[in-house]
Structures are given as C-alpha cells and as structure tokens.
C-alpha cells in the first residue's frame, strides 16, 4: 500500500505505541501517527483530523477501550478500530467487537495486525466507495447530471409546493420557461461535447441573474425552468427580461469560434386560480413556444384568452393523446380502393386512423399537431409495420392479386429521419414481400421542398423494390419540370381539380396535362376525389389509368 496511513493509537505506554508502529512499517506500511492516553485527549484528534485506522489499548489507566471505541464510532463512525491487549478474555473480546470494533489482536502475536489492517482498510474503502454511490444517486435525484441545477422532477416537487402557497396563503408567483434559439446549430457545428458545455455555462449564467429564493432547473435538452416566489406578474417581466439579456450579452467560445446565443421565454402568473402542476407547465411550454414563433428572442405571457396559445394548447392535447396511442396501439388501418379505369385492376391505398374507445378519428384531428410536434414518423413506421403485416396474410391466404398493389403514405419529416430508410429496410427483410408490390407516397410539394433529399431517398427506396408515387401533383404548373429530377412511377392528380373538371374547363384542363405529361415520362396516373359516376367516365375519356374517392369507394377498416 503506497499512500500514507494516518494512525491514532490509544496507548498509555510509548514503548508499546512505537513497537505497533514499527510492526507496521516491517509490514510494508507507511505511516504517520499520533499518541493519546486520555479520552479528551481522544476526542481532541478525531475532532482535528480525519483517521484512517486507531488502534487502541484494551486496560489503559484513564480510559478503556470501550471509552475509545465509543468516541471513534460518535466523531468518526466510518473510521475502523483494532483493539490489542496484554490480555483478554473471549467475553471481553466479543463485546468489543459488538461495540464496533473490527478486530482484536494479542500484543504476543503482532504478526496478526498488518493482514488485519490491509483487510479493514480495504473493506474501509469498499464502504466509501459505496457510500460514494449512494451520496451519488441521491444527489442525481434531485440534480441534472450536466448542469448540476436541480432536475425536472425536483422541479415539479418545488413548483407542487408554490402553487399550495398559492391557493392556501393568496401568494402570487411566477414561472419562466426558457428555450435556447441557436444550441441546434452549435450542438450540429461543434459536437455534442461544445452543447453541453453550452448548458452548463448558460445554467451559470441564468442562476446569476435569480434571486436567493429563485429555484432554476434544467427541464430538459436545452429547455430552463425558473420558479420566482414571491413574485408578480411585473416583477415576473422585470426578472424575464434580466434573464433574457444575460443570455444575449454572454458570448460562447469554442475552438477559436465566438458564438451569440438568444433565448425564447415563456411567462406564467401562479395564483390561487392556477390549477395542477402539468397544466401550468403546459401552460409555460406554450407561451415558450409561442415566442418563438413571433421570431425568436422573444418573451411571452401566458394568457388563457390569447387564440393563439389556446390552439397551440389544443395541439399539445392532441400530441400528448397521440403518443398515448402509439404506446397503446389504438391506430387502426383503412383501405380505399384504387380502380382502373381503362382496365380491370384495383389497388388499395392504406389510411390510418385514431381509436379512441369505441370511437374512430380522422386523421384531420390528429395530424396537424402530429406534424407541428414531429410525431409523424412515429406514426409512418407504425403504418409501415402493420400495413406490410396486412398485406403479409393477404398474400398467405391467397387473398391478392399478382398485380395487386398498396400505396401507404410518408410525411415529410420522415423523409428527413436519418434512421427511416434502415426502418423501411429492416421491414422489407422482415416481411419478405414481393417486389414492386408496395408503393410509398409523398406529395408534391413534400418532394419539392426536399427535392435533393427526397430524389435520394426515392431512389433508394425504389433499390429496395418498391414503387413510388407523387401524390396531390398539379399543385404548381411549373412544378413538371421537377419529373425529371424525382424518380417515382406514380402520379397522382391532385383532387382539387378533379372535382371540378366537369363545370371548369381550365381544371379539366390541368387534369387533361397531368396526365399527358405522365403519360409522357412512363407514369401511372391516378385521380383522386372522384365523387360520382359523371366523373369517373370523364377521367375515362381524358385517358387517366386509376381513379380513387367516395364515387368509387369509400375508406373502410381493413378487416371489413
């Protein structure tokens, strides 16, 4: 052992302290030591100096060995004790023991005390060590690891208790809810190590500007919550708008890179009327959002009346029933059926609803908030996973068509998923299916506004075997000279002008071209709302291949 052992012994005789010290130094053991005979004196040591080992005499004419291990386990209770004795019977050996001491050694058989030693330092720092981890673990319940600002569920404890001051004593506080603007950029420039270094300081800097019986947290990714008791709504503004210019005037360095950082603040006034603590965090959360909406580096106010935080409240309700639903599966399929018109054929194209309960929701409910918080690959990869399960048993039961085809549609974000197309891979393997026996769609304007990424990811998709299609094409005339920049085998023409392609010539007209300019690149082409029979036999005449809508069928569970 190389370090330096620091030894109090307990020892009336001099004589016998240097024979254990020199016992110990024959053992290999480096030591520094000090000598007492008194229990104040005792008590003396362990109060200036932490110990690592005391030995300490059995029959001293002071004070016992009991006296001692009594001092030792009330001062410093971690620190282990050897008892040595000219003589000792066993009682007084097992009560020793039992009073906390770790060993008792002969003074006629030295040779026992190093080993002794070596085992109780080494069990010593085992029990350190744990307690180490367990100091640890509590400390990271109430702490973000990174920042060391207390956590989100520490957080929520905190804002439980003001807002019981709130409704008990009429107290007024606040709440803040802080985003950072530009971490994506510095996390995506610099590396991940340069964002969290970000945090922390920016932690730091948020905490400077608070009051000592502020709390701050981090919520979470690069999200800041701050609790101000005592506070009102003014008082509230004044402490966001400190905030808020802290956060401006620091400068981040990193690598020789100075970088600015802005913030996008949330304000919430906690009174008796505020109710529980999701719903004021929700609440936090929306003007946060709200803010940053209006062009970043913004503070907004939480105002229930306010239309615009209301919708964005309802969309939060809407994202939080939509993960609800992924967790519970309670997505159902529909189908709606594709037909030839020139030709005896018929496809299907899968549509996903939400169950809830016994009733089934439209996609226009959930969608809109499943897009705005980036939920729609979730669903996508739970269409996928069940749409080719589906199509699975149809093909073991013989129940499709060589021909027979399957159109499922992917958002836009999906598109963009890093992970998405090893998603799609793992499922063609999966599944085993046919080739060109699915086709995945996008809209137009999807792939236009991603052209390079959506062209990439075509091809590899359509590698993979599988068809695609352009969905609501027509959208924008100038939008054909994209055809030859976007790989897909389908067309489908936006139902907007199919609908009216009887009663508007200039809409029939832009059918009419959707489907000549397809036809002339070696596309399928399929028009979608097809309402009635009129329509369908003018798509016919017009020469489009496929028609879809209520005129033809409706959308149906796909076990019906």
């Known amino acids: 052992m190389d370090r330096l052992l620091k030894v109090l012994i307990a020892d009336d005789s001099e004589d016998d302290a240097l024979l254990l010290v020199r016992q110990l130094k024959k053992g290999g053991l480096t030591c520094w ?3 007492v005979d008194t229990a104040e004196d005792m008590r003396v040591s362990l109060n200036r100096q932490h110990w690592d080992l005391v030995v300490t005499d059995h029959n001293m004419p002071a004070f016992s060995s009991s006296e001692a291990l009594q001092l030792v386990k009330a001062i410093q209770p971690e620190t282990p004790v050897i008892v ?10 097992v009560n020793s023991m039992k009073a906390g001491a770790q060993d008792y050694i002969m003074k006629d058989n030295l040779s026992r005390l190093v080993p002794a030693v070596e085992r109780e330092l080494r069990d010593a720092e085992h029990r350190n060590a744990r307690k180490e981890a367990e100091q640890q673990v509590a400390y990271l319940t109430y ?5 060391d600002l207390m956590n989100r569920d520490q957080f929520k404890k905190q804002l439980e208790t003001v807002l019981e001051s709130a409704r008990v004593h009429d107290h007024e506080h606040a709440l803040l809810y ?21 945090l922390k300081q920016i932690g730091k800097v948020i905490k400077g500007e608070l009051r000592e019986q502020d709390r701050v947290s981090r919520m979470g990714g690069d999200e800041f919550g701050i609790l101000l008791w005592q506070c009102n709504l003014d008082e509230a503004l004044e402490a966001a708008r400190k905030v808020h210019n802290a956060i401006k005037e620091f400068r981040f360095l990193w ?13 919430v006034q906690l009174n008796s009327a505020s109710t529980d603590v999701e719903e004021v965090l929700a609440s936090a959360d929306m003007a946060c959002y709200a ?17 615009e935080l209301t919708q964005r409240r309802d969309q939060m309700h809407w994202a939080s029933r939509i993960r609800r639903a992924l967790d519970e599966d309670a997505f159902v399929l529909y189908s709606q059926a594709i037909v030839g018109l020139a030709q005896p054929a018929r496809h299907e194209e899968f549509l996903v609803r939400m169950r809830d309960g016994d009733t089934i929701i439209a996609p226009g409910m959930f969608m809109p908030a499943a897009e705005r918080f980036n939920l729609m690959p979730l669903i996508d990869r739970w269409v996928i996973r069940n749409a080719f399960a589906h199509v699975k048993k149809r093909l073991e039961q013989n129940r499709s068509g060589d021909g027979d085809l399957f159109f499922i549609n992917l958002s836009g974000s999906s598109l963009s998923d890093e992970s998405f197309f090893e998603f799609v891979h793992q499922c063609r393997e999966e599944f085993d299916l046919p080739q060109r026996k699915i086709c995945f769609e996008i809209t137009e304007t999807t792939a236009i506004s991603n052209l390079e990424t959506a062209s990439q990811f075509i091809s590899e998709i359509r590698d993979l075997g599988f068809l695609f299609a352009l969905d609501d094409f027509g959208v924008g005339m100038s939008s054909f000279a994209y055809l ?24 029939q007209a832009i059918v009419e071209a959707c489907n000549n300019i397809a036809h002339s690149a070696g596309l399928i082409t399929v028009a979608e709302f097809v309402e009635n029979k009129a329509i ?23 076990d019906a």
Request: include cysteine; proline fraction near 3%.
């Open 33 to 35: 030591f000090e000598r």
């Open 84 to 93: 040595v004795s000219g003589a000792i019977t066993d009682d007084v050996a």
């Open 143 to 147: 702490h973000d690891s990174l920042t």
């Open 178 to 198: 802080v985003d950072l603007d530009q971490f994506k950029i510095i996390n995506d420039t610099c590396g991940h190590v340069a964002g969290d270094e970000l």
């Open 255 to 267: 690598n020789d890179q100075r970088f600015v950082v802005s913030s996008s603040i949330g304000v």
């Open 291 to 307: 803010a940053k909406d209006k062009g970043r580096s913004y503070i907004q106010v939480f105002d229930a009346h306010d239309r």
């Open 484 to 507: 030859k920049a976007i790989p897909v085998d389908v067309l489908k023409i936006d139902g907007g002008f199919v609908r009216n392609i009887l009663n508007d010539p200039m809409d």
């Open 536 to 558: 369908e036999d003018r798509l016919r005449e017009l020469g489009v291949d496929f028609g879809q809508g209520y005129g033809i069928e409706k959308p149906r569970p796909i």
